[in-house]
């Protein structure tokens, strides 16, 4: 059974920055490409970031390009979301995802996590 | 950038069919995919590539995709199926994946 954990979130001052994990089993980690999500309060889905099998491709939505960085250890079957500079605006729940196979292009989320919660606020 | 257009809200009275539309230019050249979620779940993806069904989602989900405009088809509509439902595709241009602002299905 595919299983994806995140943690990490918490809340943190503006400005300041947050790492987020996602441990995942059930499923031959290093042979699929991850990506995040997030979720503002009572608002849409929000795609946040992906990255290849290998961790060769990674993209950014426009809204985090340049403070949020995406990185995997496939050793250790975990996804990371290294968030700086963060801002009101990243208030949400980031949920990890799967994609159906290697690439960090193309396609759907075919597994999500819970989800961790975010909270940017002095 | 690219931008899909879904209705707010679609009612429907158990045992008939709900049809949710999401709409942008020359949607699903890559495929359009549908994603469940209940309050307080995580989404869970309903029909992938336009009409392809995962495992485990029943039958009464199906999905078409023509122009403009993909829609999924909820037949035989239960209670257990109120939800918010969004449509999600990959923009080539932008190499970005995009989400539809989502629809609340309320079944009366």
């Known amino acids: 059974e595919v299983q994806l954990v995140e943690s990490g979130g918490g809340l943190v001052k503006p400005g300041g920055s947050l790492r987020l994990s996602c441990a995942a089993s059930?499923?031959?980690?290093?042979?699929?490409?991850m990506r995040w999500v997030r979720q503002a309060p009572g608002k849409g889905l929000e795609w946040v970031s992906s990255?290849?099998?290998?961790?060769?491709?990674?993209n950014y939505a426009d809204s985090v390009k340049g403070r949020f960085i995406i990185s995997r250890d496939n050793g250790e079957n975990s996804l990371y979301l290294q968030m700086n500079s963060l801002r009101a605006e990243d208030t949400a729940v980031y949920y990890c995802?799967?994609?159906?196979?290697?690439?960090?292009?193309?396609?759907?989320?075919?597994?999500w996590g819970q989800g961790t919660l975010v909270t940017v606020s002095s | 950038s690219y931008v899909l257009t879904q209705p707010p809200s679609v009612s429907v009275a158990p045992g008939k069919t709900a049809r949710i539309t999401c709409g942008g230019n020359?949607?699903?050249?890559?495929?359009v995919h549908w994603y469940q979620q209940k309050p307080g779940q995580a989404p869970v993806v309903v029909i992938y590539?336009?009409?392809d069904r995962p495992s485990g989602i029943p039958e009464r989900f199906s999905g078409s995709n023509s122009g403009n405009t993909a829609t999924l088809t909820i037949s035989r509509v239960e209670a257990g199926d109120e939800a918010d439902y969004y449509c999600?595709?990959?923009?080539?241009?932008?190499?970005?994946?995009?989400f539809g602002p989502g629809t609340k299905v309320t079944v009366l």
């Open positions: 995802a799967k994609g159906p196979y290697d690439s960090s292009i193309r396609g759907y989320f075919d597994y």
């Open positions: 059930g499923f031959s980690f290093s042979d699929y490409g």
């Open positions: 990255i290849s099998s290998t961790g060769t491709y990674i």
């Open positions: 020359n949607i699903g050249s890559e495929g």
């Open positions: 590539y336009d009409s």
């Open positions: 999600q595709v990959w923009d080539s241009t932008s190499d970005h994946y995009v």
